[in-house]
Structures are given as structure tokens and as C-alpha cells.
């Protein structure tokens, strides 16, 4: 029993002295670790190329080392390195480009810092020129703009590869998003926005001019001047009276308006022209690559005087000739008593393409019954296009392409891509065609994509596209008010396009502001072709 009880107590003494031990050994390690955490949620939201860098807290932190770089995940170079004491960071980078960022917790003991926690992102790509209009609009003069009060500082013009020009914006320059760069030669400049040495934009502008008028100046007498290819560039917002007889071409050349927001008006002289005048023509046997015109008002009224003599036509071709291009940009086209195009009295003409781009025509045809393109003869156009323009209160047809038999009428295409149509066909004496190729086979067909059309129809009636059965016709994506006419009244056989098209429930006023005076922007906010259909510069 004695020795039992030894066993026991010996096992007792043991157990203290093992406890005694262990405790003292407890009290004296040291729990801290050899450096920080690493931060957690380290992560980079974008809005567009600004990104915000943010993580989570670190005890014991005393600051945060945040390093970016564009190269690697070495960071040899980076192009951010930075001491926080906040838990975010943001800042722009370049656009469309990967970025690697790392993120260390700062301990008081420099010797303690964290380790790195490092993430990539990438930035999509920008252009704040995207959206507003950079273009030359004097002589040797470009308006440059973009997204106002952007983080910006610098603009730099590069041509042929060699940099032109760098300008330092002003705040009131990056406040407003513009700025104008004068004494500029003949090129194509490619500008470039910087917010310092990140690229945030880029976009190429045009400058171009060989001969300049100034207000009081001779128009006729500077073509004349001009070499053959060469451009003439006007004032902008200047009347240039053209005399009072025809000008006929004999060269390539191009005449422009100088500002495309500020048009140079082109019209006759008071005096000689008549009601059957017009303002251009090409010379007997020309061959002639193309006639341009671009950021002008060309008016039927002589003077620019609504109460001077509206003459009959801008071109009314009866000589012989051969031009390849004949094309209007960003042109008006207005008050012609007969027709701005046509080519008559069968002398062997061709005009292998015409161009209407970004045009607004209107008040058309109301002395006689001749369409907007009129070529109703053996003489022809083999390639029409119109787009993004809007033609409006016109009395005959929008083409006219037809001849009398024998003569066997030929075109390569006529395209019409997002246009607007209003107040067209309008004829009280006959019923009329939006387009009229009756007799002509149109070899590539009859296009019509993206078009609005609004009020059409005089008193007997209007009718679609008259064609020989031969020719295709394709109409997609294009849609038709109410007072739309499109279905004959007198006449027995239909080319109604309406089963090709969408209807929009409600007359041109309730989808337009005010068509009858030119204003298309929309009333129908709610239009199914709402920024695809029509000319686009309305929406």
C-alpha cells in the first residue's frame, strides 16, 4: 500500500514539474511574425482607361508601396511607383494596352514589409476625337475637337512622318474640347491628343486648297486659273455670283467651300440668266476624271435673291463629253425651277458616276416635270449613288431614266442608302415615280437600304420604282409614313415598295419636327429606325 502511494506522488511531482516547465517555456517565445501580410482584395476597376487600384488594410501597415508597370511582371521599369497611406489609387493609362500593378504593406521595421500582391488589367481602347468633327475650315486652318474637360494636355501633328506641330492646350482649350491650328500646308495630318505621354486619341484631318477666293473675288476666273487636279477653296460664308452664262468645264478640278459648317453660297448674276439658264455645263468633246464640289450652296435664285430669277438648272449638259466622277459632298442644292441634273439633246454624253453624299436638295421642279436626276435621253449616267442625304418638296421623280424606242438604255447601279425622302412626286398633272427606269436595264440592279420615307403623291397620285422586270430590285431596312402614296390612283399596274418596308404609324409631321421646312429631326423619339435609318446627320 506504501509503495502505491510512492507511484502516485511520484507521478503528482512529475506532472507539476512538466507543467512548471512547459509554462515557462510558454511565457518566453515570441508570437510576432518576420514581416507583414501581404494585402488582400487587390484589384483594378476601370472606367473606360481610368483605373482605380484598391486592397484591404494590413494591420500594422504604416503605408502601402504601389508600382505599375507596362512591360513585365519584373517591374525593372515601372511607370507608376508610389507611397500611399490611403487604400486606393486612381489614375488614367493608355488606352488598349495590359498593365501589371503590385501592391506591398509598409511595417514601421523597414525590414518587416510585406511581400508583393501583384494583378494585370487591361485598359480597351479610346479616341476622344470619337464623336466630334476635326476638319479644315479655313484657308490652311483645321478646327480640331474633342471630349471637353478631358485630362489632356498636348496635341501633336504628324505628316509624312515627321511631327509638324506640338501645342500645349490651355485650361480653356481642354475645358471647351477645341482648338484651332492655322498655317498649315497641303496634307493629311494625323493629330494626335496626349495627356502627357499617354496617347488619347488620334485622327486624321485633310487640308488641302491650291487656289483661294476671298469675298469679292472672281470664282470663274480662279477655275480658270486652277491647274488641272487642283483644288479651289472659297471663303467661307461669302456669296460667289458665277456671271450670266454657263461655265463649262474643261478640267479635273474641285471646288470647296472652305468651312463644311459655314457654306460658300454659289449662284448666277442678275441680269442675263432666264428661267431656262443654267450654271454649268462641260466643254464640246471634254474627257474630264471628275468635277467635285464639297461645303457649298449652290441656289437657283441668281444673286442669292429669292426675289431675283430663279433659273431652271444647275447642270443642263448638250455637248459632248466623257467625265468620270461628278460628285457633291456636304452640298445645298436648292430652288432650281427645273432640275439640278440633266443630260440632254443625245450628243453622246456620259457621266460614268454621279455622287450625292451628306447633300440636303429641295424645292425642285416646280416650273416643269423633270426629276432631280434627269436623263431621259440617248445620253446617260451609269452609276448613280445617294447617301446619307435628304431630299425634299421636289415635283417630279427622284430619277428619271428612260428612253424612247429604238434606243436600248443601259446603267451599271442606282444605290440609295440612308436617305431621307419627303414631300416628293408631288406632279397634279401626272402621276409620278420615285424612280423611273422604265426601258433601261440597270445591269447591278436597283438598291434602296436604310431609307425614311415621309409625304409623297399629287393629286393623281405617285408610284414606286418603274423598272423592266429583267432588273433586280432590293429594298431592306428602310420605312414609310402614313402619308406616304405609293399606290397608284390612275394607274393600272403598281411598283409599290411598301411591302418591302416598315410602316411607322403616323404621318411625316408626327415623325419629323417640321418637314415642310426642312427640319427632320425627330418628333417620334420612339421610331424603330431611330439612328439606323435615314440621312444619319438628323439623329
Request: proline residues 3%; glycine residues 6%.
Amino acid at each position: 500500500m506504501k509503495s502505491k502511494m510512492k507511484n502516485i506522488l511520484k507521478v503528482l511531482i512529475s506532472t507539476v514539474l512538466i507543467f512548471s516547465a512547459f509554462s515557462s517555456c510558454k511565457d518566453d517565445v515570441n508570437l510576432e511574425l518576420p514581416y507583414l501580410f501581404r494585402p488582400i482584395n487587390f484589384a483594378a476597376e476601370l472606367n473606360k482607361t481610368e483605373a482605380t487600384l484598391s486592397w484591404a488594410p494590413v494591420d500594422s501597415a504604416v503605408s502601402y508601396t504601389l508600382q505599375v508597370s507596362s512591360d513585365s511582371l519584373d517591374f525593372k521599369k515601372p511607370i507608376l511607383d508610389t507611397t500611399l497611406t490611403v487604400l486606393n489609387f486612381k489614375q488614367e493609362f493608355a488606352g488598349k494596352s495590359t498593365f501589371y500593378a503590385r501592391i506591398r504593406a509598409n511595417a514601421a521595421d523597414t525590414t518587416k514589409h510585406s511581400k508583393f500582391n501583384q494583378i494585370r488589367f487591361v485598359t480597351p481602347a479610346e479616341n476622344l476625337f470619337e464623336g466630334f468633327n476635326s476638319v479644315m475650315v479655313g484657308w490652311q486652318i483645321i478646327q480640331v475637337k474633342w471630349r471637353p474637360a478631358a485630362n489632356v494636355n498636348t496635341l501633336k501633328l504628324t505628316a509624312n512622318e515627321v511631327v509638324v506641330k506640338t501645342i500645349a492646350l490651355t485650361a480653356d482649350q481642354i475645358l471647351k474640347g477645341e482648338t484651332e491650328v492655322s498655317a498649315l500646308s497641303n496634307s493629311k495630318y494625323n493629330v494626335e491628343i496626349y495627356n502627357n505621354s499617354i496617347l488619347r486619341g488620334t485622327i486624321k484631318v485633310l487640308v488641302e486648297g491650291d487656289v483661294y477666293v476671298e469675298s469679292g473675288q472672281d470664282i470663274i476666273a480662279a477655275i480658270n486659273n486652277a491647274s488641272e487636279g487642283q483644288v479651289v477653296v472659297l471663303a467661307p460664308g461669302v456669296v460667289f455670283p458665277t456671271g450670266g452664262g454657263t461655265y463649262r468645264f474643261t478640267k479635273s478640278v474641285k471646288i470647296k467651300g472652305a468651312n463644311p459648317n459655314s457654306h460658300s453660297i454659289v449662284c448666277m448674276t442678275a441680269g442675263l440668266p432666264t428661267s431656262t439658264s443654267n450654271i454649268f455645263g462641260f466643254a464640246d468633246a471634254s474627257i474630264i476624271s471628275f468635277v467635285r464640289f464639297e461645303n457649298l450652296d449652290i441656289t437657283g435664285y441668281c444673286d442669292n435673291n429669292s426675289a431675283s430669277t430663279k433659273i431652271g438648272y444647275l447642270f443642263n449638259n448638250n455637248l459632248m463629253t466623257t467625265v468620270s466622277n461628278l460628285s457633291f459632298n456636304n452640298c445645298k442644292l436648292h430652288n432650281f425651277g427645273n432640275t439640278p441634273m440633266r443630260l440632254q439633246a443625245s450628243k453622246g454624253q456620259v457621266i460614268d458616276t454621279l455622287t450625292f453624299n451628306r447633300c440636303t436638295i429641295n424645292e425642285i421642279g416646280f416650273s416643269s416635270t423633270y426629276a432631280i436626276v434627269n436623263s431621259n435621253s440617248a445620253d446617260y449616267i451609269n452609276n448613280i449613288y445617294m447617301t446619307n442625304s435628304t431630299f425634299y418638296n421636289f415635283k417630279g421623280s427622284l430619277i428619271l431614266r428612260t428612253v424612247a424606242a429604238p434606243v436600248v438604255a443601259t446603267m451599271g447601279n442606282i444605290n440609295i442608302t440612308n436617305c431621307t425622302i419627303n414631300q416628293g412626286m408631288q406632279d397634279a398633272g401626272s402621276a409620278r415615280y420615285l424612280i423611273d427606269a422604265n426601258g433601261t436595264t440597270v445591269t447591278n440592279g436597283i438598291a434602296i437600304k436604310n431609307c425614311v420615307f415621309g409625304s409623297s403623291g399629287g393629286a393623281l397620285g405617285a408610284n414606286g420604282v418603274r423598272k423592266a422586270t429583267s432588273v433586280n430590285l432590293s429594298v431592306t431596312g428602310s420605312f414609310y409614313t402614313t402619308d406616304y402614296v405609293d399606290d397608284p390612283i390612275t394607274v393600272v399596274t403598281s411598283y409599290s415598295i411598301k411591302p418591302q418596308m416598315t410602316a411607322f404609324a403616323g404621318a411625316s409631321t408626327a415623325l419629323w419636327n417640321d418637314p415642310v421646312n426642312g427640319d427632320f429631326k425627330l418628333k417620334a423619339s420612339a421610331f424603330a429606325g431611330k439612328g439606323i435609318a435615314g440621312d444619319l446627320r438628323w439623329y
